[in-house]
C-alpha cells in the first residue's frame, strides 16, 4: 500500500474511534441521570463493539501478512 492508502484507512479507523468515544460519553451521562438500564447497555455494547471493529480492522490493515509472503 502507499501513503494516500493508509491515509483513507487512518481516517476511517479515526471515524470509528470517535463513534466508540461517543458512545462511551453517551453511556455514562445516561447512567448517571438514571437512564432505562437496557439504554446504557445498548452504548456500552456498542462501545466494546466498536472497540473490537477498531482493533480488527488494524490487525487485517497495518499489521496484516500478503498471501504472497505466507509461501516459501
Known amino acids: ?6 491515509a ?4 476511517a479507523l479515526l471515524y470509528v474511534s470517535e ?8 453511556a455514562k451521562l445516561l447512567s448517571r441521570q438514571a437512564a ?12 466494546r463493539g466498536l472497540d ?10 497495518y499489521f496484516a501478512v500478503p498471501k504472497e509472503q505466507l509461501t516459501l
Open 36 to 47: 432505562a438500564p437496557h439504554l446504557v447497555e445498548a452504548l456500552e455494547e456498542l462501545e
Open 8 to 11: 483513507e484507512v487512518e481516517k
Open 19 to 26: 463513534a466508540r468515544e461517543r458512545a462511551e460519553r453517551a
Open 52 to 61: 473490537d471493529l477498531q482493533r480488527r480492522v488494524m490487525q487485517q490493515t
Open 1 to 6: 500500500m502507499n501513503e494516500r492508502h493508509f
